[in-house]
């Protein structure tokens, strides 16, 4: 046992607790027990500046005792509780700062009324130069009953966006509900010609108020003429023979404007994608296909059957169509229906297990999908990891385009209230083996993350249902997927600067390296190598060392044990085109827990 008097310097490594092995030379995926803050201090030695992505649903600072501060559950009557909530989630946010890939990456995090107001300003403080946009999600299509007030069916979710991050156009299904409002149908959307919103006066755009000319017979655009000058009278425009005119004229008789010059609109009905709408008593109307749309046509999205009688394109429909947008600040998504694809979909992986409000699968997916679909290998940190779903989230993204994105999960193995006060009446005190295994950890967050790539649920049965939405299979085919399940340990400055607690430091490494491949365990020759990474131990064999890690050609990072300066130059120096890393100097730098200090 590690004894250490407080600020006395403690440095973090991990004990492996277990493996899921079905992905081949896939990443792994990672688990790790322990209390958040120290995994995230361990983290800054193995991914600063690497992560893409961090998702994380924190404690909602309901009153409910669903987390503590200095060890004690923080009560609905505690009058510091929300200072308390502030203290606790900045120091976190500001080591997931250091994490994140201050050049493209982001943070998604979720919350309700109590403390998003709060989280708002804690998250413009620690992140002054990132972008941060909030939206709205239902998360149950009933409302829950809130004393006193309106019955609530949504939360809000936080983007902080670093760098170039921002998100991206993805496939979204019909249920999505567009920025302007309109559902997608699978039928070609033919826009207003006249400009709404802003902008959209004559005087804002005094070149694009010009008259287009129609045959009436056809129902047709012939031909557009010049722009008056705002001192002319547009009515006394002559109209060639046979023709009529149509000016961007709004019921109420104020002036608008079109929303293409007169060159783009007669390649656009050259095209086929200008129509009339309305009628010469009513009133004529020109619609046309805007470039998105237009560029599913030309990939064959949506079927040419031929021209109309006024030059426009006859268009089939398509029940596949893909919707490439960015959608609105509104979420109005049945998948994200916490109780039917959260609550529900658990209890299918770990029957008659219960966990808190979890969050809807596809929910996760959906919010990281806008971030990660072109980052085939992202990273994504969940530090509330809680039941899992942020880990089964990048999975299903993998699954869909082959991606070799990772997780990192990280929770506590802390006993819910309730499940306390029974295990107490049994005699059990936390440390009990019976005790221990009923922690969200051990049994939620692991055997859900085992059972989804197995496919196989706590008990070993086959897991029965199906996914839904993006892509449809049955949940017991699981995934080719790789995990390891770690538990947080601690070590004294001593002890790792003399080389003996290794078999701590060995996961860190791996994880550095990129988790992928078989982690380095034993030292016994003096050196090793991996897929990955290689690590020497003693100086006296550098020169094979040396000639073992050319042989590797997908090696990347070199490890290099001593505390001489000299020669560790002399072996980097022979591994030019590898990032090499001093051992221990380098880990005993970077952080260690327990001395006071905040990242």
Known sequence: MLVAEFRDPIYPGLRSTGTVLRGGDRPFHSVINGENFHVLEALTFTHRGRVDA?????????????????????????????????????????????????????????????EYLRLGLLLEQVFPDARIQMISTQINLANVARKGAFGRNDEYVFFVM???????????????????????????????????????????????????????????????????????????????????????????????????????????????????????????????????????????????????????????????????????????????????????????FLPGRTFPFPKALYAVEDALRFFVSSKPEAVVLDFFAGSGTTAHAVMRLNKQDGGRRQSISVTNNEVGVDEQRRLRLQGLRAGDAEWERRGICDYVTKPRIKAAITGLTATGEPISGTYKFVDEFPMSDGF???????????????????????????????????????????LSAGWEVAEAYGILDDLDKAAEFIEAVEKRPDLHIVYIITDDDRRYQMVSDGLRHLSTVRLYSSYLQDFQINNGVTI
């Open 162 to 348: 670093l760098g170039d991050a921002a998100p991206q156009r993805v496939e979204l299904g019909s249920d999505w509900v567009s920025a302007k409002g309109r559902t997608f149908t699978g039928s070609v959307r033919w826009d207003l010609l006249r400009r709404s919103g802003t902008n959209a006066s004559r005087t804002d755009r005094p070149n694009l108020f010009y008259p287009i000319y129609i045959n009436p017979e056809k129902n047709a655009v012939v031909s557009a003429g010049a722009a008056p000058t705002p001192e002319e009278d547009h009515t006394l425009v002559e109209v060639p023979a046979g023709q009529k005119v149509i000016w961007p004229i709004r019921k109420d008789g104020s002036h608008g404007n079109w929303q293409l010059g007169q060159n783009a609109l007669l390649r656009h009905v050259e095209q086929g994608r200008v129509r009339l709408g309305g009628s010469a008593n009513k009133g004529y109307v020109v619609y046309y296909i805007k470039g998105g749309e237009y560029e599913k046509i030309e990939r064959g999205d949506y079927p040419i059957v031929g021209r109309n009688p006024d030059g426009s394109l006859n268009l089939g429909s398509s029940e596949n169509i893909v919707n490439l947008a960015v959608p609105g600040t509104q979420w109005r998504v049945s998948g994200h229906d916490a109780t039917q694809y959260g609550s529900r979909l658990l209890n299918s």
């Open 480 to 522: 080719e997927e790789n995990a390891e399940f770690f538990t947080l340990t601690y070590e004294s400055v001593w002890r790792v600067s003399q080389n003996r607690a290794f078999a701590a430091i060995a996961p860190l490494l791996w994880l550095r390296a990129g988790a992928r491949g078989r982690r380095i365990d034993d």
């Open 54 to 114: 961090i998702y994380i649903d924190p404690p909602y600072n309901t009153g409910a005792r669903d987390w503590k501060y200095n060890n004690d559950y923080v009560e609905s009557d505690d009058l510091y509780r929300h200072s308390k909530w502030l203290a606790f989630m900045e120091r976190r946010l500001h080591v997931a700062r250091a994490l994140l890939n201050p050049l493209d990456s982001v943070l998604i995090v979720t919350i309700d009324e109590k």
